[in-house]
């Protein structure tokens, strides 16, 4: 539904971002205008659940006997509008999720403009994001709606303060000695100044806080975001191997498949990325004169739950690289802290091909595989697309 807005949510989501605040999007329908309700979507079900306001698994089927009423507000240029919220599941078909906001909605908006809902202070907010007066108030400061956003804003952690101090004394330390040869090196080494064990857990680095440092020079523009390997049970293709026999291409006397895979093209292997209608699952898919078809798929709820445990909180990290006697040496010198993403905006993230997959596979000679991890990708610059909380620090500088 969200794809049927007349305001392309990439042009408003900024104004959330810069301000570190969490938000989720409807898209009134006709029939859902009139009515004054909306189904909750997945993208909102996953972000009253984050802001701990509502679980709708929790929830008994009837409006009436069941639902939540709670109060809430349409916020305007210059004044809050009070509206009544319902959230409830019908007793009809299957109870899907729905979310009534109250009959003043009919006024405050139109069919399918982009409504954004925010919680603050245990209460829901309301932005028409296709009025285009409202979108000027909000960054304005001094009106109503401008000196809201302000009040939302979203501040750093202890933790976040503490390590990020402790990422200071390492920068003042100047260029220091790789741990580890080659691409690992800017990572381990980070770890070992902060006294972090190498372990195989997939659990945040420094208390609940995901460490990524990535050098300066490097080539690529892209960062990891997951290590997740297909459901290979319900794949057609059971195992990598199988994958790499059948798509992959010969490179030195060795097979090998390193290549991304997105949604909005078929790359040179024939592979592409497609979601299912109802974005249950995300499948990777082939387009060749030898196969097309069906590769390898992943539930997309078990992505969506990853990126929640994996970078709920994350520090990007930035190292300049220097071969000092013929060792490579590191300096960190900034970070980019993001909190909280978006999980509900994956599906988009992935059809307009700023998520992507990578390749990272190989045959050995003595015929099992080798790799390099089952890696999700974005680019940097796309990262503000799918974190909403974010700060940018100079180790070089005080705080």
């Known amino acids: 539904?969200?794809?049927?807005?007349?305001?392309?949510?990439?042009?408003?989501?900024?104004?959330?971002?810069?301000?570190?605040?969490?938000?989720?999007?409807?898209?009134?329908?006709?029939?859902?205008?009139?009515?004054?309700?909306?189904?909750?979507?997945?993208?909102?079900?996953?972000?009253?659940?984050?802001?701990?306001?509502?679980?709708?698994?929790?929830?008994?089927?009837?409006?009436?006997?069941?639902?939540?009423?709670?109060?809430?507000?349409?916020?305007?240029?210059?004044?809050?509008?009070?509206?009544?919220?319902?959230?409830?599941?019908?007793?009809?078909?299957?109870?899907?999720?729905?979310?009534?906001?109250?009959?003043?909605?009919?006024?405050?908006?139109?069919?399918?403009?982009?409504?954004?809902?925010?919680?603050?202070?245990?209460?829901?907010?309301?932005?028409?994001?296709?009025?285009?007066?409202?979108?000027?108030?909000?960054?304005?400061?001094?009106?109503?709606?401008?000196?809201?956003?302000?009040?939302?804003?979203?501040?750093?952690?202890?933790?976040?303060?503490?390590?990020?101090?402790?990422?200071?004394?390492?920068?003042?330390?100047?260029?220091?000695?790789?741990?580890?040869?080659?691409?690992?090196?800017?990572?381990?080494?980070?770890?070992?100044?902060?006294?972090i064990h190498k372990n195989p857990s997939k659990e945040p680095d420094y208390k609940g806080i995901e460490l990524k440092a990535k050098r300066e020079s490097s080539k690529s523009s892209k960062f990891t975001l997951l290590n997740r390997v297909p459901d290979w049970e319900r794949s057609p293709f059971h195992s990598e191997l199988a994958v790499v026999e059948s798509f992959g291409y010969v490179r030195n006397g060795v097979k090998r498949l390193s290549c991304d895979v997105s949604a909005i093209t078929v790359n040179p292997q024939g592979l592409y990325l497609e979601l299912t209608d109802d974005a249950t699952d995300l499948w990777q898919k082939a387009k060749r004169e030898d196969y097309t078809g069906d590769v390898v798929v992943w539930a997309m709820q078990t992505l969506r739950d990853a990126l929640l445990e994996k970078h709920h909180e994350t520090f990007w990290i930035s190292a300049e690289s220097r071969f000092i006697d013929g060792v490579e040496h590191f300096q960190y010198n900034s970070v980019r802290h993001t909190m909280n993403p978006r999980v509900e905006l994956l599906d988009t993230l992935i059809e307009e091909g700023k998520f992507i997959y990578g390749w990272t596979a190989k045959i050995k000679p003595n015929g099992k595989i080798r790799d390099h991890g089952s890696e999700f990708r974005m680019k940097k610059k796309d990262l503000k697309l799918l974190f909403p909380h974010e700060y940018n620090h100079d180790l070089a500088v005080c705080a």
């Open 1 to 195: 539904m969200l794809s049927r807005t007349d305001t392309p949510i990439s042009t408003v989501l900024p104004i959330f971002v810069d301000r570190s605040i969490d938000v989720a999007f409807i898209v009134p329908t006709p029939t859902g205008l009139e009515k004054a309700y909306f189904d909750a979507t997945q993208s909102v079900r996953s972000f009253f659940v984050r802001q701990q306001y509502h679980d709708y698994k929790e929830q008994l089927q009837g409006a009436r006997e069941n639902g939540r009423h709670l109060k809430g507000y349409l916020v305007c240029p210059e004044r809050l509008i009070d509206t009544e919220v319902s959230l409830y599941r019908p007793k009809t078909k299957s109870g899907d999720p729905r979310i009534w906001l109250g009959a003043k909605v009919k006024a405050y908006c139109r069919s399918y403009n982009l409504l954004a809902v925010t919680v603050w202070g245990g209460e829901l907010y309301v932005f028409n994001m296709s009025n285009p007066k409202l979108v000027c108030s909000m960054i304005r400061t001094g009106s109503v709606a401008g000196d809201l956003m302000t009040a939302m804003s979203v501040g750093e952690s202890e933790v976040a303060l503490e390590l990020l101090a402790k990422l200071r004394d390492i920068h003042s330390l100047g260029f220091i000695p790789t741990r580890t040869r080659g691409d690992p090196g800017v990572g381990d080494t980070l770890e070992f100044k902060l006294g």
